[in-house]
């Protein structure tokens, strides 16, 4: 018997046997069982893979029993979203488009022996000379407008390499501070909220604490949906101990298992959150010693609150509809103020108004009650993007260096960088990997403003809605093609390997081509090169983490800061502040929105949410390619309150607002949407979805709003 079919055997009661049509033991020789990580979400699952190293193919992606991360489980994505690696419209050659030759003669000119006609579009050429005409473009533009007019977007889908890359090549080639990635349409209000109250924007325990922990909260979070081998954990701690409660504006799966089912209006987390902190002060049930040992500022935080009438659950008692939460917040504070605790949230805290506060208000409930630095505690927002913990750690942020540490210059956010093209500041755009027209806001806005552009350079793995508006696209290696650093939700590093060989060039690859015709010196010979520049530079972080301990702990991966040994708990003895102390910074619920209209008796309309379906992922550039998902969610599907369905007559429906306007939706009648919220996922480009919001954003680091707005409902009849 061959290693593999032992292998199958012995761990068939965990994942399943692999069904493959090359039979018996002359025709498996060529399987080879390779482990890496997971492309999808931020929970960075540890997963192994059956590929053909003969068709250089993979036959079947699984999770070994023994894998910290994902316990042997997988979502739907991670077990069948690999389809992509091979698929038929990949990214292969890269492509510079005609009219951007047109208008540039002296480029055209220089490359016109390596130019091979595509289509009335593009011309297909090589990578040197892809990235020759990115040089010209880049070196004409900084002359005429200076350095400044230069930024770069992108990292959280590529590697700790790529990223840590990327902001050098910017920052010290390029002379330009404008640097961001896909944290600023999610956690990077976690980021600012923690790091102003504990020092430290990431998750405080590793996800199997939550075996430990005696009640847990969950607010802004579908886990199940966006983060399932998180929300496997949960589930079983819940259905054991009965101790979780969760806080949506809508019914989800979690709630079924839920002790307190809280369903709450839009816009009303940081209303909740300083109701729990006012029920543990008024009733003392705080942690005197830990507050005074190791935090700054309580006794005014205590009289802001005492002294808010927002904060006083009684305020519910006014909200028709949720008059129930006036008591149940109350249990919910309680319970997390006397037990061993731990809160979770995703995008339905950072994406508002006050997300940045929001999750200052969390970090409050936290250092209160002592729930923090130690087992079955602990503060963990739930990330997204595989890699966008990494990018943030990189320094693919205008405001941080690598570390965390101050850069020489700050530089714009990304929707300050919009506003920057259509007042003619900026002039080229370097983009790796972020569909930026598809997942960003106020698509109308952000699309005119592209077209303003001079030169937008594109790294992809697909002709994505950015990709099609390029001047310039490089196909690159997917995670499933090269060896790189990831860093999951929790702090967790994960190196990668490859499943497949590609010819394609990594992301760090192509722009090290272009460092060195911009007048750079990078000369990395290997992926292990550039991370052991990392280790140097972001010493505090990763000192301890070379590649030979990542590799010998791949299935269990490292969690930073790694020095002789990593860290899976955050501030047991200290915080990461400078001086070590946690801090309280108040700040008050302010009224709008739903709540406005239901206490002055003038809710109409709807108020539109939006969030993930567990088949997809993001823009669903890679989940769309893979039918067994694409065929469970082919189209944004719009959710509808039962109350609403006489407002609903029509199959599919337009949703407007100031700014836009969605395609034609399908309409799902649900028993669990509110009256007068509407919920629809936005995974599809063509669906027009985050047209319809405008620039209102996180007060301190314009992080969308995307998880409220009102919209108008148009009635969509097909013409025949």
Request: proline share 3%.
């Amino acid at each position: 018997m061959l290693c593999s079919e032992l292998h199958d055997l012995l761990f068939k009661k965990s994942y399943g046997t692999m069904k493959l049509v090359m039979g018996r033991a002359g025709k498996m020789e060529n399987i080879e069982t390779i482990d890496s990580v997971c492309t999808y979400c931020g929970v960075g699952c540890d997963i192994a893979a059956y590929v053909d190293t003969k068709e250089n193919k993979i036959k079947k992606i699984f999770a070994h029993p023994d894998g910290v991360v994902s316990q042997g489980k997988l979502c739907i994505k991670g077990k069948y979203g690999y389809d992509f690696v091979d698929a038929d419209d990949r990214l292969k050659t890269p492509r510079i488009r005609k009219s951007f030759l047109e208008k540039n003669p002296a480029i055209y000119e220089a490359l016109a022996s390596a130019l091979v006609d595509l289509d009335a579009t593009w011309y297909e050429c090589d990578l040197d000379a892809a990235t020759t005409a990115c040089a010209m473009k880049l070196k004409e533009i900084q002359n005429e407008y200076g350095s400044k007019a230069v930024a770069s977007v992108g990292g959280a889908r590529s590697s700790c390499e790529s990223s840590y890359l990327f902001q050098k090549f910017t920052r010290h080639t390029l002379s330009s501070p404008h640097v961001d990635n896909c944290a600023r349409v999610c956690h990077s209000p976690s980021l600012k909220g923690m790091r102003e109250t504990i020092g430290e924007g990431a998750a405080t325990n590793p996800y199997n604490d939550i075996y430990n922990a005696e009640f847990m909260i969950v607010i802004g979070s579908n886990t199940t949906e966006a983060h399932p081998i998180i929300a496997n954990r949960i589930l079983d701690v819940a259905r054991e101990n009965d101790n979780l409660a969760v806080f949506d504006v809508r019914e989800i799966k979690l709630h079924r298992f839920a002790k307190y089912k809280a369903i709450m209006p839009h816009e009303a987390n940081l209303l909740i959150l300083n109701m729990l902190a006012y029920v543990i002060i008024d009733e003392e049930l705080y942690d005197e010693s830990f507050i005074e040992d190791r935090t700054k500022g309580f006794a005014e935080f205590k009289e802001k609150i005492l002294n808010d009438p927002y904060a006083d659950p009684d305020y519910f008692k006014n909200i028709e509809g949720y008059e129930y939460l006036a008591k149940m917040v109350r249990k919910v504070a309680r319970e997390y103020a006397l037990k061993k605790s731990m809160i979770f949230w995703g995008l339905g805290i950072t994406e508002h108004l006050d997300g940045s506060y929001a999750v200052m208000a969390i970090t409050h409930l936290a250092l209160m009650t002592g729930n923090i630095g130690k087992p079955g505690t602990g503060l963990m927002p739930l990330r997204g993007q595989n890699n966008v913990q990494g990018a943030c750690d990189m320094g693919m942020l205008p405001y941080y260096d690598p570390d965390y540490q101050e850069p020489k210059e700050v530089g714009l956010m990304t929707p300050q960088l919009v506003d920057a093209m259509l007042d003619g500041k900026l002039k080229a755009l370097l983009n790796m990997g972020e569909d930026i027209t598809h997942i960003h806001p106020n698509s109308n806005k952000t699309q005119k403003a592209f077209e303003s552009l001079e030169l937008l350079f594109v790294q992809e793995l697909f002709m994505t809605d950015i990709a099609k508006r390029a001047d310039i696209v490089v196909g690159v290696k997917s995670a499933y093609e090269k060896t790189g650093v990831y860093v999951n939700a929790m702090r967790r590093l994960h190196l990668s390997q490859p499943l497949v060989k590609s010819e394609l060039p990594d992301d760090w690859e192509v722009l090290q081509i272009l460092d060195n015709k911009m007048g750079g010196s990078a000369n990395y010979k290997s992926s292990k090169e550039l991370w052991q520049e990392v280790q140097r530079v972001a010493y505090r972080r990763f000192s301890g983490a070379d590649y030979h301990r990542l590799e010998k702990h791949r299935k269990r991966g490292l969690q930073w800061p790694v020095h002789t040994e990593d860290t899976p708990i955050l501030h047991q003895l200290d915080f990461r502040t400078d001086d070590g102390y946690g801090r309280f910074v108040y700040h008050q619920y302010r009224l709008r929105g739903m709540i406005d209209e239901i206490i002055n008796n003038k809710l109409q309309g709807y108020h539109l949410t939006t969030g993930r379906t567990l088949a997809h992922y993001n823009n669903a550039a890679q989940t769309k390619r893979s039918e067994k998902l694409n065929s469970r969610y082919d189209e944004d599907i719009l959710l509808v309150s039962e109350e609403d369905a006489a407002d609903f007559t029509s199959e599919r429906v337009i949703l407007k607002s100031p700014y836009g306007q969605s395609a034609p939706l399908k309409v799902k009648i649900s028993d669990k949407i509110r009256p007068k919220t509407l919920f629809v996922t936005f995974h599809h480009a063509k669906s027009s979805i985050n047209a319809l919001f405008g620039d209102a954003s996180d007060e301190l680091i314009l992080t969308a709003a995307f998880k409220s707005i009102k919209v108008d409902v148009i009635t969509y009849e097909k013409s025949k």
